[in-house]
């Protein structure tokens, strides 16, 4: 736990270590001698591994108060003899004995809540989820709480150390403690564990889950008592004097407790003579030496190349001893333990605690990177000297994030302004409440069905979330890197929700042909009040999203901006671009987003009526057979329905012209061939961008007098009539055509391709080529 408050911290005339003085902020230290320090620091976080692997093991045997004030007293007597805060320094004044005082206690209680976590976690989780630099954290909690988390990858380090949190509740089959008959310390042998213990049932968790949560909240306390402990280091003469103060008082602070307890509890140890080397080890890896090494280094070193350095060889290590650690003081702490009957301790590697692994190295790393937000600037052009001209405040306004809790406010907000997300939502809602009622009227009546149909219905609204997450994004605004914008992202869930009804309805098929020859017996005790309940959800949903039925309906009835640019070609050069801005509807647009949401609840609301239907026939009739054929031809249903979807959200993903344009198009073609004043046109190109947005690119070749506005303005009318809401228009005049013939021979082949433009043959289905 105890690390140096901060390589800015001026140490004082009894900061102690090595010469006096000191500047404010780390050494200049050229980076080939950098190496030495950093294979301390990694050697340091080694042995503080094995140091915690040892303090667990006695931990069976020894009072975590007892403990405690061994590794207090063992580290106040190494610093005082050396430190020597008494004769060295200033004085210290009452009211900074007082702020002692506090900070003693404060350690005192971090200490008791880390320990305690050790014993219900064991050292490996330990490791991992309490050895994080204060960087780290503060950067998470920047994330979390503040608009100035520091860009996407700060979000993405505070994502994955949230993740790797969540792999150690929820994915690790560490459940030794859930399964002992006793805790690891005996019956609850002191108020103060019974206290803990207690606290631990109170949230309904086993021991090694409210480990986690107690190991996050000392984490988090920890960060706060080192943070505020700054000021108070540099006012009493250096962190070094504070830690040796701070230990002192706290072995004061302990001593009565400890007599208490050795009065009181029946004592585990025989022999404390034989724990002076493990205790010897203890507080030199983990108490002394890992305080002064990370002293050093932040002096020396930035803080936050400490934190990357030291953050990786103590991982690897509690991996490492994880899963080869022998514990060799064990059996002899087994024999000194009087409650022989207990079973053995010892914390499991598992997958969950590997993924759990692999996600903090990979926050440690991005959260104690530094920012980096400003330092690129986008090229904006060049002064009259030809310097190049960078805009710095530009990238930084790109790169800037909000606050989790705000962007789900924002979010929210933004999901309830628009019908289709609002409905999807509300649905999303419905769904996930049917779902826990289910999940916890199964698990409370022990009923198979229940459970699996509730986990049924728990993979549905994974859909439901993908469809919401695709309508609120297709409204984000484009950025620079994203010129058009999101809204194809509707096209795309659209498209993945087809593709996973396609292999539901496949898998569904197979197992109904297997069961068509082998129809096994069912239980339809609890079949139908579940399928009526699954369908009267289900139907609530048809009814919300049955206007994406339709093919041709139009998901946002609303306007779309768009602008038209003209590029004009004159001699060597090119002319101002003329920029026109029109206004229109995709009222035939196609919304592949609300199409798959649609279709899922389709699919589960045949689902609820073949079920209905099978368990009548089956109860009525004995027909067993009903099952596999009411799900055969509801997987069949379900695939002929997906099929239209996954066709228009290929089409569109393809850039194919819009069906539903082509004859619109091709008049609009030939009003521009027959505009006064244009020569031809070439490269006509449209296609669908979105459910609203129709673009298109087109090359006009104009006469040398004609006034080129007049003529862009016409081109754009009659394509805006025709569907397109986003069109550019190159312009090109005669004089060109004469200066490009000049330069290359090969040009005069564009000169006849455009004039190719009149006579369009066409296909049988309507489709032309040029």
Avoid at 131 to 148: M, P
Avoid at 172 to 194: I, R, V, W, Y
Wanted: aromatic share 10%.
């Amino acid at each position: 736990m105890e690390e140096k408050y901060g390589g800015d911290v001026l140490a004082g005339p009894g900061g102690g270590g090595g010469g006096g003085g000191g500047g404010l902020g780390p050494v200049d230290v050229p980076s080939a001698r950098l190496t030495k320090y950093i294979v301390l620091l990694c050697f340091t976080k080694f042995l503080k591994a094995v140091g915690l692997f040892e303090s667990y093991d006695l931990l069976k045997a020894v009072h975590i108060v007892q403990f405690i004030f061994v590794l207090k007293l063992g580290t106040a007597f190494f610093m005082v003899l050396f430190q020597k805060p008494f004769s060295s320094g200033k004085s210290i004044t009452k009211h900074q004995w007082i702020k002692i005082f506090k900070h003693a206690v404060a350690g005192c209680i971090i200490s008791l809540l880390w320990f305690f976590g050790l014993t219900l976690c064991g050292p490996l989780r330990t490791l991992l989820l309490f050895e994080h630099s204060d960087i780290v954290v503060i950067s998470l909690l920047s994330v979390l709480f503040t608009s100035s988390g520091g860009g996407p990858a700060k979000t993405r380090g505070a994502a994955f150390f949230i993740i790797a949190v969540i792999c150690l509740l929820l994915f690790d089959n560490d459940d030794l403690m859930a399964k002992m008959a006793e805790h690891p310390e005996g019956h609850h042998d002191s108020a103060l564990t019974h206290m803990l213990y207690t606290a631990i049932a109170f949230l309904g968790v086993a021991d090694h889950k409210g480990g986690v949560l107690l190991l996050v909240l000392a984490l988090c306390c920890k960060v706060g008592f080192h943070t505020a402990s700054r000021k108070l280091s540099i006012d009493v003469g250096g962190a070094k004097r504070l830690q040796a103060l701070s230990h002192l008082v706290s072995v004061l602070l302990l001593c009565p407790w400890v007599i208490v307890l050795s009065v009181t509890t029946e004592s585990k140890v025989e022999s404390w003579f034989s724990l002076i080397m493990p205790f010897t080890t203890v507080i030199f890896f983990v108490m002394i030496l890992d305080f002064y090494v990370d002293s050093v280094c932040s002096i020396k070193m930035e803080v936050s190349k400490c934190a990357r350095y030291g953050s990786f060889p103590i991982f690897m290590s509690a991996l490492l001893f994880g899963n080869f650690w022998t514990h060799p003081i064990t059996d002899q702490l087994r024999a000194m333990n009087k409650a022989a009957h207990q079973e053995s301790t010892e914390h499991v590697l598992s997958g969950g605690v590997v993924v759990s692994a692999i996600f903090f190295i990979l926050s440690a790393n991005i959260l104690s990177s530094p920012s980096k937000r400003g330092q690129k600037g986008t090229l904006i052009g060049y002064s009259p000297e030809g310097t190049p001209l960078y805009n710095f405040m530009g990238d930084a306004f790109q790169h800037s994030s909000q606050s989790i809790p705000r962007f789900i406010k924002e979010s929210l907000k933004q999901i309830l302004e628009e019908n289709d997300s609002r409905q999807i939502f509300y649905f999303l809602c419905l769904n996930l409440l049917f779902t826990f009622v289910e999940l916890f009227y199964g698990v409370l009546t022990n009923s198979l069905g229940l459970i699996s149909d509730g986990f049924h219905m728990l993979f549905d609204c994974s859909a439901l979330v993908m469809g919401l997450f695709a309508a609120l994004m297709s409204r984000w605004k484009a950025t620079r890197i994203f010129s058009y914008g999101y809204g194809r992202i509707e096209i795309l869930s659209g498209f993945i929700n087809g593709l996973f009804l396609m292999v539901i309805a496949f898998f569904v098929f197979m197992e109904s042909v297997a069961r068509l020859i082998d129809p096994p017996e069912l239980d339809t005790h609890m079949l139908t009040p579940v399928s009526v309940g699954g369908l009267i959800v289900n139907l609530i949903g048809i009814c919300a999203f049955s206007h994406a039925h339709n093919h041709n309906h139009g998901a946002s009835q609303g306007s779309c901006h768009s602008s038209d640019h003209s590029h004009s070609h004159h001699m060597h050069g090119h002319s101002d671009h003329g920029h026109g801005h029109s206004h229109g509807s995709a009222g035939r647009g196609m919304n592949a987003n609300m199409r798959g949401v649609f279709l899922h609840v389709l699919a589960d609301t045949l689902g609820s009526i073949g079920v209905i239907v099978s368990t009548v026939l089956i109860e009525q009739f004995g027909w067993f057979i009903a099952d596999p054929l009411c799900s055969l031809f509801i997987a069949i249903l379900i695939f002929l329905s997906v099929v239209p979807l996954i066709k228009d959200a290929c089409q569109v993903l393809l850039l194919r012209l819009p069906p539903e344009y082509e004859k619109e198009l091709h008049v609009a073609l030939e009003k521009i061939q027959k505009i006064e004043g244009l020569i031809s046109y070439r490269d006509p190109h449209f296609w669908r961008h979105s459910a609203s947005v129709v673009a298109g690119t087109i090359h006009i070749q104009v006469t040398s007098d004609v006034l080129e506005q007049r003529i862009v303005q016409q081109v754009t009318g009659i394509l805006k009539d025709a569907g397109v809401n986003n069109l550019t228009i190159q312009v090109e005049k005669e004089a060109y055509f004469q200066h490009m013939s000049g330069l290359s021979t090969g040009f005069h082949d564009v000169l006849a391709m455009t004039k190719q433009m009149e006579s369009m043959k066409y296909y049988k289905d309507g489709t032309y080529i040029m």
